[in-house]
């Protein structure tokens, strides 16, 4: 028992050592997504390795610290004047949440909600979450009537997909080299 | 055989039988369900855990090619050139997935060179009409319709002069001003009217005028908390004509360039096929 014991720890170390001297630490990729600033994933990954490899647990809870510290930087360096700006929106959509939507119910067909999309165009556009809420408001009916890009949710409920990124980043218009 | 020994090869079996659990129905399941970050994170690992570099190549690439549909352009780029160095007999895999990157990321000019690179004649066939349907679009896209349209018509493969006669036709139209759209959209309703939304129009001016009305009538009975409410809606109803305006013009501009692209490409894709992993192969659809 004691001899097929030594064998099989033995068989683990060479396996782990190998590893190491192949550059492979259990950490490495959370590494390289941190170098690549993708903190989200670095997190992750990191906590993977904290409770799947106990040797590495320290290594990987110190990197894991870091990528909840940048985290936590560049949702305050995101923040700033465009949470100041956000803050009308802000304020109008938690009224609604707290007085008008309980009354009516998840009524709209828009993915996603009026409600949704004025917060993450107030997150990510500051203050141009208020036209572009006003915008959502007006012309809602027609994305309805037109029926443009269906989509199903969670609950099998047909939704028409309007996300904050189609108002965002214009594309100029084109000067067309026309076809004789 | 000693029961010692016995345990020995129990033992040995056990480990071999949970080491390689981590295997790629995970992360297939992930790029299936459309958890396109988590995939990548987890085709990567992959990729760092094997040895052979034609594997290794295969999941850097299937990582960039999650990386792409999760919109993370640099990291899949990053994917590519890790592919390239593991796996250069992948050329054409990458070079599809490297156009398809670039053009997502906006960088015309790249896409170009790769889908160029693609339509050699060594190529396969599928490859050489996708990249000619996805080079033409490109052009599209970049406002060389005259380069497109030749594109087209000199193309070998049947059905390709359809997509000629959708570069003729957005050829006749004319994109809209996302400028005057704004500027327009200072007279409520005016912004959506020079996009064609007559609807939203009508629509812009009611709310506008309502919201107008509103506070004019609540200021003569000096209710100011009506005006204050009425006034935050109006607010944001004469703001959101004028972005509304703005934004009609890049959605109708949009639109027409779709609809050309759309006709010119007919949902000509390609995607990698899991089910022959760890060897990368490719679909393609027409």
Not at chain 2, 100 to 123: C, H, I, K, T, V
Not at chain 2, 127 to 139: D, F, H
């Amino acid at each position: 028992m004691c001899k097929c014991l030594f064998v099989f720890l033995v068989g683990l170390f060479l396996t782990a050592a190998a590893t190491v001297w192949a550059g492979q630490s259990p950490l490495a990729l959370a590494r390289e997504l941190a170098a690549e600033g993708d903190w989200a994933a670095c997190r992750y990954e990191s906590r993977r390795v904290e409770l799947a490899t106990p040797a590495f647990a320290t290594q990987a809870r110190a990197l894991r610290g870091q990528a909840e510290r940048e985290l936590a930087l560049n949702r305050r360096q995101k923040s700033g004047w465009k949470r100041i700006g956000a803050l009308p929106v802000k304020a109008m959509v938690g009224f609604y949440r707290l007085a008008v939507a309980p009354a009516l119910g998840s009524r709209c067909v828009m993915e996603p909600s009026c409600s949704h999309f004025s917060m993450q165009a107030a997150r990510e556009c500051g203050w141009l979450g208020l036209p572009m809420t006003g915008d959502r408001l007006i012309a809602e009916a027609s994305m309805v009537v037109a029926r443009h890009q269906p989509v199903t949710n969670a609950m099998g409920q047909v939704r028409f997909a309007d996300p904050v990124s189609d108002h965002i980043g214009w594309r100029p218009a084109q000067r067309l080299d026309k076809v004789h | 055989m000693r029961k010692s020994d016995r345990l020995v090869v129990i033992l040995v079996l056990l480990t071999a039988t949970i080491l390689p659990a981590s295997g790629w129905d995970f992360a297939v399941d992930l790029a299936k369900s459309g958890d396109y970050p988590q995939a990548a994170v987890e085709f990567r690992r992959l990729a760092m855990s094997y040895e052979a570099a034609d594997e290794r190549g295969t999941f850097a690439w299937l990582a960039g090619y999650a990386y792409w549909q999760a919109s993370r352009y640099w990291q899949a780029e990053r994917m590519l050139n890790i592919t390239e160095e593991a796996a250069p007999a992948l050329e054409t895999e990458i070079y599809l997935l490297r156009a398809g990157n670039n053009r997502s990321w906006r960088r015309p000019d790249e896409a170009a060179f790769y889908l160029e690179s693609l339509m050699d004649e060594s190529r396969q066939e599928p490859v050489r009409r996708l990249a000619t349907l996805q080079l033409a679009a490109v052009k599209v896209e970049t406002g060389k319709l005259a380069a497109a349209r030749d594109l087209l018509a000199a193309s070998p493969f049947d059905g390709d002069m359809a997509a000629v006669t959708a570069i003729d036709e957005y050829s006749q139209g004319c994109d809209k001003s996302v400028v005057a759209g704004g500027l327009l959209g200072l007279v409520p309703g005016l912004g959506y009217a020079y996009s064609g939304e007559y609807a939203n129009a009508l629509r812009s001016l009611i709310l506008n005028a309502l919201c107008i009305w509103g506070v004019v009538d609540f200021a003569d009975r000096e209710q100011w908390g009506g005006v204050a409410v009425v006034g935050f809606a109006g607010v944001t109803f004469y703001s959101g004509s004028i972005y509304g305006g703005a934004d009609a013009a890049a959605r109708y501009n949009r639109r027409r360039l779709e609809a050309c692209t759309r006709a010119i490409e007919k949902n000509a894709r390609f995607e990698p096929d899991y089910g022959a992993l760890p060897l990368l192969d490719l679909k393609f659809r027409f």
